[in-house]
């Protein structure tokens, strides 16, 4: 059995992963020993066959044991720890769920639905780094699979309702520690008062010093935050630029054609299911009947969702979608602008096949075990 190690276990993205491992029995086929950063000697019972000592993370003697390291500590420990591995000639695989190397050349961005050949040539070809892609970006191709496949995607333009999820678990607490405060600030107003009076104190909690946003920086409960990561000097956030440039990767790498992507993303108050705009001009006149279609049967994980009121407003959503595998697909139809452009609403579980699955299913991929 292949030695796994798996460092940032106890994180937002790891916790999941762990929970998929487990559902999928993928402890079975793996010899799994656990890395901390700061806890290192303590005992956990993560399998549950044993207890498990943890490791520590830092300690390149007992990383350079291991087969495989996967990692879900964040880009920060890759770009400490991955280095001085390699330069102790490990030649292992390091499988990430961070963004720090995805677009190095010798990384592979992995979504294997989407580029499994390609995956299956780099590993004979000798590569060793994979990392899982940015959640709208894997979440986004899924749905679109069906139009990628049968090559007619020109454009897209993506406007994004990302969840506090996306930004980590401290986040997703104070966006309930939010909605908390706008709801106490009703407290002492009577029941039958009147809704101007009830928006004037939401209002006034919102605006007040006591409002929490240490980590969002600004209301998100009652609000939105129309930008996402760094600032980029081409007016894109890098979130936003990370939807093309990824996407690009993605597609060339097994040999489909690239098309570009941009759009505005977009912080919203919602747990853990990113939601997707999206207009894609196609490149030539398709009957949307056979569009459905395509959307629908392209692999076994979009749920299609039929545009009309009752079905959309049931299962495209954070809260029909959340703790789900499928990713919801819906309000298809041909846009009244201009020639070819089609609308697509599309909603996935940010922790999911955002995070945890893309990066599940390559150590399954490694140790040969069937997806
Ligand atoms: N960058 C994403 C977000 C999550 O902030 O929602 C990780 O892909």
Redesign the pocket.
Known sequence: MLKVGIIGWRGMVGSVLIQRMHEENDFESIDAHFFSTSQSGGKVRILNSQESTLLDAFDADELTKMDILLSCQGGDYTKRILHSLREKNWSGHWVDAA?TLRMNSDAMIVLDPINKEAIDTAIARGNKNWVGG???VSLMLLAIHGLIKKDLVEWVSSMTY??A???GAQNMKELLIQMGELSGSLNNIKPDSSILDLDKEVQLMMKSERFTKKLFTAPLAGSLIPW??EELENGQSR?EW?GGVETNKILKSNGYKAFNVDGL?V?IGAMRS?SQALTIKLNKDFPIKEIEELIASANPWVHFVPNNKEKSIKNLSPAAVSGKLSISVGRVRKLNVGENLLSVFTVGD?LLW??AEPVRRMLNILTNKKL
């Open positions: 963004s940015n959640c709208t990302q969840a999820s996306g930004a996402i990561d979130e990370k993303c912080r990113h940010q955002g995070a």
